[in-house]
């Protein structure tokens, strides 16, 4: 059954790619002014951090779920796992942008300058790296599998691209955990 039409997922994924990193960096870079957002509670902002890393936690596991379900032949539990972690993944993201605009920006290392120069700057940097990087492959391959059926997905590039796609959402939800360890946990 086709969801998305097969001729339109190359424009779809470069729209829907383009928009969600405009509203990333819009709000990383201060753009998008509180009065924006609704106010919440100062406890509301400080345990997001902290459901944030469980949510990345349980993304990690239904990616690695969906990876081992796919490998095994089971197509529908691969899709209930990867379309999990792409709604975990947007709880995440709509979570962290609601704190970095409700809050002014993002938090302050509390850290050593050595560590924060030497350690926390170069895993936060790939980790953003990746998460930008997986952005259209993520959307690519969740378009590919609306628009044609799982026989025919054997045809296009769903398998490479979610390979890919899968592989650095891991690595970057595993760096966001360490970034997290750095400010909440270490420091």
Do not use: K
């Not at 993201?93 to 970095?100: C, D, E, H, K, Q």
């Not at 044609?148 to 590039?157: F, G, I």
């Not at 970034?179 to 270490?186: I, K, P, S, T, W």
Request: one cysteine or more; hydrophobic letters at 55%; a positive charge.
């Amino acid at each position: 059954m086709e969801y998305v039409p097969r001729e339109r997922v190359r424009s779809l994924t470069a729209v829907l790619s383009v928009a969600s990193l405009a509203v990333v960096f819009a709000a990383a870079g201060g753009r998008i002014p509180q009065s924006t957002v609704p106010g919440a509670p100062e406890w509301f902002l400080e345990i997001i951090p902290h459901v944030n890393v469980a949510i990345s936690a349980t993304a990690i596991a239904t990616i690695a779920l969906g990876w081992r379900a796919i490998r095994r032949g089971r197509i529908d539990r691969h899709r209930i796992a990867m379309l999990a972690s792409f709604g975990l993944f947007a709880a995440f993201l709509t979570l962290y942008l609601y704190r970095l605009v409700a809050t002014g920006g993002p938090q302050p290392f509390p850290g050593p300058d050595a560590v924060y120069q030497f350690v926390y700057l170069p895993i936060l940097a790939i980790h953003i790296l990746l998460a930008v990087v997986c952005i259209p492959l993520v959307y690519h391959a969740l378009l590919l599998a609306g628009a044609y059926s799982p026989a025919e997905l054997a045809q296009t590039n769903h398998a490479r691209i979610g390979r890919a796609a899968a592989t650095l959402w891991l690595i970057s939800f595993s760096l966001g955990i360490v970034v997290y360890a750095l400010l909440h946990v270490g420091y």
